[in-house]
């Protein structure tokens, strides 16, 4: 359970990182080429980000937690690598659909491995 924690300190993180892409895409689509610039780093290190909340939900789940969050960490971070061959390919029409998703999906994930309690119900 000393695991539940930094997974909650990681999807805390991922989620307002995760946040700031679609920030930097409209200011990019605005006219500023810095954001793009800032944009693609950001995004391979949601990937990073991504591993290492997966590492720990896997912790977090060995030692009693809930084993539903080793699995979405692992969706979320499939996205996030299919999401990054999608913006390398210019293919916008999964891209952008997709960081919608992957938007909603860890922020939502981030609320709710705040929001259980620590042990797993009976």
Known sequence: MKALVPLRLVAGLH??????????????????????????????????????????????WRTGGRGIAPVVALLILA???????????????VHIPLGVALVAGTVAFAVWINRKPAEVPA
């Open 79 to 93: 996205g996030e690598v299919y999401q990054i061959a999608m913006g390398y390919t210019r293919d916008l029409a």
């Open 15 to 60: 989620a307002v990182a995760i946040c700031l892409q679609p920030v930097l895409a409209g200011a990019y689509l605005n006219g500023s080429g810095p954001a793009l610039r800032m944009h693609e780093p950001i995004g391979l290190s949601l990937a990073g980000i991504g591993l290492i909340q997966l590492l720990i939900a896997t912790a977090w």
